[in-house]
């Protein structure tokens, strides 16, 4: 059974599983890149992860696709644990806080 868009064909869904997958491998690495930076860090992994997700429940359609989907989504979920214990070890340089 071939999927297939209403309006453009297969095309289409081809491309945005490109794009979600060209985003989860964006976002990931950048969220770990930036641990050191509580709130953002956090923000990009997390983003990379849900883009992942999304990616992963619109069923990639080719297994190439599917596979590099899911390493991304490993990454971001790895960005989002170095975030996470980053903060927990207080490596954290750059923080919001109430100005007092």
């Known amino acids: 059974m ?3 868009d209403s309006v453009s064909g297969g ?3 081809l491309r945005s ?4 997958t060209a ?3 964006i976002l990931g690495p ?3 890149a930036f641990y ?3 709130p953002l860090g956090m923000v990009l992994s997390l983003a990379g992860v849900l883009t992942g997700l999304i990616g992963w ?3 990639p359609p080719t297994p190439s696709v599917r596979a590099l989907l899911l390493c991304g989504l490993a990454v971001a979920v790895l960005a989002l644990g170095l975030d996470l214990l980053a903060v ?3 490596l954290v340089t750059v923080r919001f806080e109430a100005l007092r």
């Open 11 to 13: 095309a289409a869904t």
């Open 57 to 59: 429940v619109r069923r």
């Open 36 to 38: 050191w930076w509580a």
């Open 30 to 32: 950048l969220g770990a």
């Open 88 to 90: 927990q070890l207080g």
């Open 17 to 20: 599983a490109y794009v979600l």
């Open 23 to 25: 985003a989860v491998w």
């Open 2 to 4: 071939e999927r297939r």
